[in-house]
């Protein structure tokens, strides 16, 4: 076996002993899963009730009717859930970590930093979105009377995996700020309302916005274009786009990271 081989395998089972010491945890807390179900219940509920709203008095709007809508409602609470339960339970913590100077101690470890404060901590009851969004994807297919085809399920799946790199990415880019700032809170806030717009369709912005918010903010690459991959309609461009967004975001996140780190250890040297 090659040495990349050898490496990916070591780091495979790294990933599951930070995986498996964050679901032990988790068991000793079995009465969170008892109180998050109702809670995305709600929360579901609360995503849906602006489109019960705006499509009260209409068919169709900016392209989507109702029952297509809903997939983008569904993608949000999917992407919600992979954010409140892989994403933001490790990365939050980096900003305590550089504040206080315990950054050292991961630092220290015969392992790759970035890989070591993205992995410490996962939350497995937070993923109670995953059954919502599944429970609104299956209303809005028994809406539209029509089930899924099976390029649509592969071109969503591949979304997933972008749509998880960026916004890991996005994450990494806001995290890496705390290196330079001593409050990176208001970053945070913003971020966590930027992706709050992403339960819309991207065509309901106006012009501007919805360039912003494909092109700049790739909002339209994590609920819009895996809901179009649903319905059976997305064009090739957007999926190859999303892939290469993806790419690049990941590629800056990285480099801002090292960055950041090196700022870091040179101001602890």
């Known amino acids: 076996m090659s040495g990349m081989g050898r490496q990916f395998l070591r780091y495979l089972r790294l990933l599951g002993v930070q995986v498996r010491a964050s679901v032990l945890l988790a068991l000793q807390y079995r009465g969170d899963f008892l109180v998050d179900g109702p809670l995305s219940l709600l929360w579901a509920l609360t995503a849906v009730s602006p489109l019960l709203v705006v499509y009260r008095d209409r068919a169709v709007l900016a ?3 109702f029952g297509e809508a809903l997939f983008v409602t569904g993608w949000f609470l999917l992407l919600t859930a992979v954010v409140e339960g892989t994403i933001n339970p490790s990365l939050t913590a980096v900003v305590d970590h550089v504040r206080k100077g315990t950054l050292d101690f991961v630092l220290m470890k015969p392992a790759d930093a970035q890989f070591l404060v993205s992995t410490a901590k996962f939350e497995p009851w937070k993923m109670n979105h995953v059954l919502t969004s599944a429970g609104i ?3 809005g297919f028994v809406t539209l009377g029509r089930g899924p085809t099976a390029l649509g399920l ?3 799946a591949l979304l997933l ?3 998880t790199v960026l916004l890991y990415s996005l994450w990494i880019l806001t995290v890496s700020a705390a290196f330079y700032v001593v409050k990176v809170d208001n970053l ?3 971020f966590s309302s930027l992706f709050d717009a992403a339960r819309w369709p ?9 360039f912003v918010f494909t092109a700049i903010i790739p909002l339209a690459v994590l609920t819009t274009f895996p809901a179009e991959a649903m319905l059976g309609r997305l064009e090739g461009r957007h999926l190859l786009g999303a892939m290469v967004a993806a790419a690049a975001f990941s590629a800056l996140a990285r480099a801002a990271w090292r960055r950041s780190l090196a700022q870091y250890t040179s101001a602890s040297s």
């Open 202 to 210: 991207s065509s309901f912005f106006p012009g501007p916005l919805r």
């Open 154 to 156: 592969l071109q969503a």
């Open 137 to 139: 994807f299956t209303w």
């Open 161 to 163: 995996l972008t749509a």
């Open 188 to 190: 945070t806030y913003l």
């Open 63 to 65: 392209g989507w009717s």
